[in-house]
């Protein structure tokens, strides 16, 4: 009989393909930080708070609309060619960020930046899911992600110094976006290098965007999706803002903390969706959201940042790769483009219906003299997480996460490419 060394080997997942697409990642997050000083270009233009919220709504509004053709496109045409088209349209947006000299002209670039950086990560997302056993998308979506917290460390902080280091004026955003522009080409050659080679199969029939949602209707999970939308909003919309205001050095030592958190977690929860399961990540994640959001207001100093960025880190871990894989596996695999848009474009949503609102909220503090006008806006993205919370728990929460099952109980795919559980015994 033959030995268990005798076996044949799985290759691993962590080839070529995954560590081009892990620093293309990278590098597309650090270009992507560097323009978490948006907020600081509308003022520099003469806006206010609520003007820079208005203008990342009307921005999600076009990566929204792109997403309609989005996923029908990636299971048309494969990721290589949407993945490029995105890519060389943000590199176009980072330069009219640069040339910008009116807040008209910003949302135009805006709206393009945000469809492109859609296309950019949806495309990842779907390359690297399609790389993988079913079973192992958790997992290769997570350590992927993980890519993103040190792009974010490097990007908030070569902002800062930029900031710091050219003269207040044009000069700082000339540098800042010309800088996100240069990596956005370093993205493409990686990116162009990762799907070398790729085939991708056109499926029979392509159904709009609509009709798969309807009939593969993901749960409540969008919910989460837009409290994640919500959260991204607050630290990278307005947490810029609050730190001017606060006379800070900037916020490159929250996104520090918050970063290395959620590297640290992300390693150690890889398995985390066969042990505990997807469900319970989610409810931690959003419980490290809601209490790193809690603690912001008290923020006087750079060190400060230290605890709210560890718990916001620890939630942020979690959330996306459970989000991701548990919204996307209810659409078929041949699908999966459509799926994974359709997930993430909830998440733009949060930001979407959010940034108006966040920054009306800062505005109305502001105009009747609160001694920190940003904690209203703090609380109020906490306490939407504690019921969104509640919500989950009581209807999605409770239905059983083939991802866990799977741990103990064999599974089998089904046509679409979504495991089905086997025949359990009765208790």
Known sequence: MPSEDDQPQQPSIYNRVFWLTYAANASLVVANALTFRFAELVAFLGGTEQIAGTIVSVGIIGALTARVFLGQSLDCFGTRKVWVVCSLLFVG???????????????????????????????????????????????????????????????????????????EGRAQFYALFGAAALLGGVYLVLIALATQGHQHRRPRVTPPLHKLAFRYWPG??????????????????????????????????????????????????????????????????????????????????????VLPSLLSGFGHALLFPAVVSMGSESFPRRYRGTGTSFVLGFIELGILISAPILGGIIDFCQARDFANPFTAMF???????????????????????????SHSRPVVGDECGTPEVATQKAL
């Not at 805006?110 to 790389?131: E, K, L």
């Not at 079973?135 to 979506?141: D, L, P, S, V």
């Open 93 to 167: 947006s980072c330069v009219a960020f640069m040339a910008s000299g009116s807040l008209n002209w910003l949302y135009v670039a805006r709206i393009a930046f945000a469809a492109s950086v859609a296309g950019m990560f949806t495309s990842s997302t779907v390359h690297i899911q399609n790389q993988v056993p079913a079973e192992r998308r958790t997992e290769m979506i997570g350590n992927l992600g993980s890519s993103g917290f040190i792009g974010m460390i490097i990007g908030t902080h070569l902002g800062d110094l930029i900031f710091a280091q050219f003269s």
């Open 220 to 305: 409540m999970i969008v919910l989460v999706a837009i409290m994640m939308g919500i959260s991204m909003t607050v630290t990278t919309v307005f947490l810029t803002r609050f730190a001017t205001a606060q006379n800070l050095t900037g916020i490159g030592p929250f996104f520090t903390g918050y970063c290395v958190s959620a590297f640290c977690f992300r390693v150690a929860a890889h398995n985390w969706s066969k042990t505990m399961g997807r469900h319970r990540m989610i409810l931690l994640g959003l419980a490290g959201h809601c209490a790193g959001q809690c603690l912001l207001p008290f923020v006087t100093a750079d060190w400060h940042f």
């Open 379 to 405: 609380w109020t993205s906490a306490a939407t997480a504690v019921v969104i919370s509640i919500v989950y728990s009581l209807t999605d929460g409770r239905t059983p996460d083939p991802a866990k099952v």
